[in-house]
């Protein structure tokens, strides 16, 4: 089926650690999105990407790195420098034409102990 | 940040009754998308709007883009159980830049 493909679902990690969420989809869209979601703040925005090998910082980037090498991918990375990385992220896709909807994975639950 | 304001934050409802949400925006909008994300969930696309003062429904729920594009609302009739969750706006600021308001959280007594 098609769809957007994220993993893990729940990840638990140290502070100080680097976190790398997984985010696949097979929709042939070409615009990627990270949202990070904290109780009562809805979606904000942390990175997109309109194209391969091309990405935008979003509302709340710092702390945050990504990558976009293939069109079916784009992992986000939770550094280090991230002060407050405990969240529910969610990756999502949209065709890109201008009126193109969000298509959501499940998201990923990072706990940061 | 957030470029548009929703409001309510978080709405109860006596099943059966109406209620509405709104998004309001200080600049004007190109479109305005409506998500619902169950409890657990994902957000799920319900609609856009694209048109001044275009008027969707989808059974119970009503959309509505406002004259000036700079406003929409989302109406339910008859509230079910079916309906919680928290209903999201989201707006283009570009060709590629969607931004959502902090929704509004629906819970509904039975």
């Known amino acids: 089926d098609g769809g957007i493909t994220q993993s893990p679902k729940y990840l638990f990690r140290k502070e100080g650690q680097n976190v790398t969420l997984s985010c696949e989809q097979n929709l042939n869209h070409d615009a990627m999105y990270w949202y990070r979601q904290d109780p009562g703040q809805g979606l904000r925005l942390i990175y997109y990407s309109q194209i391969v090998n091309d990405f935008q910082k979003g509302d709340i980037a710092e702390g945050y790195s990504v990558s976009r090498e293939k069109k079916e991918s784009f992992p986000l990375t939770v550094t280090s420098a991230q002060k407050n990385p405990t969240a529910f992220y969610l990756c999502a896709s949209r065709s890109g034409t201008l009126t193109g909807e969000l298509f959501f994975g499940e998201g990923s639950r990072l706990t940061v102990l | 940040g957030q470029q548009v304001m929703q409001i309510p934050q978080y709405q109860h409802v006596q099943e059966g009754e109406d209620f509405t949400t709104y998004c309001n925006s200080s600049?004007?909008?190109?479109?305005i998308q409506w998500y619902k994300q169950r409890p657990g969930g994902h957000p799920v696309f319900l609609i856009q709007l694209v048109k001044s003062g275009e008027v969707k429904k989808q059974k119970r729920l009503t959309f509505q883009f406002g004259e000036a594009k700079k406003n929409s609302s989302l109406h339910i009739t008859a509230t079910q159980t079916t309906d919680v969750g928290t209903y999201f706006c989201a707006v283009l600021l570009n060709d590629y830049k969607l931004s959502f308001g902090a929704g509004t959280t629906v819970t509904v007594r039975a």
């Open positions: 600049t004007t909008l190109s479109n």
